[in-house]
């Protein structure tokens, strides 16, 4: 299980930084995305990270960090330069070595970011 935390209101240009922390088995063994939904529009994802390597999509890079700590099996986003068009509910989820998801989807933390 994944659990999303981190999330509230900021203006915009503000910062905010998302955990991702699960409990019961290591989230080193995986790739960790971090996926949002903005109200009306489908789940996107915005950043995946695996061993070595971090991606991001393009409304986000530049301004978003993706970062782990096996130590703590937890999963990170740190959002800088936050606009409103970032409000969404937030989810992490972590990949299988075929490419489906791990787990079911939990409940998110909001971003709101406002103008």
């Known amino acids: 299980q994944l659990v999303e935390s981190g999330g509230g209101l900021v203006q915009a240009g503000g910062s905010l930084r998302l955990s991702c922390a699960a409990s019961g088995v290591g989230l080193d063994y995986y790739a960790v995305g971090w996926f949002r939904q903005a109200p009306g529009k489908e789940r996107e994802r915005i950043s995946c990270?695996?061993?070595?390597?971090?991606y991001y999509e393009d409304p986000v890079k530049g301004r978003f960090t993706i970062s782990r700590d096996n130590a703590k099996n937890t999963v990170y986003l740190q959002m800088n330069s936050l606009k409103p068009e970032d409000t969404a509910v937030y989810y992490c989820n972590a990949y299988s070595a075929i490419g489906t998801f791990v787990w079911d989807w939990g409940q998110g933390t909001q971003v709101t970011v406002s103008s």
């Open positions: 990270i695996t061993d070595d390597t971090t």
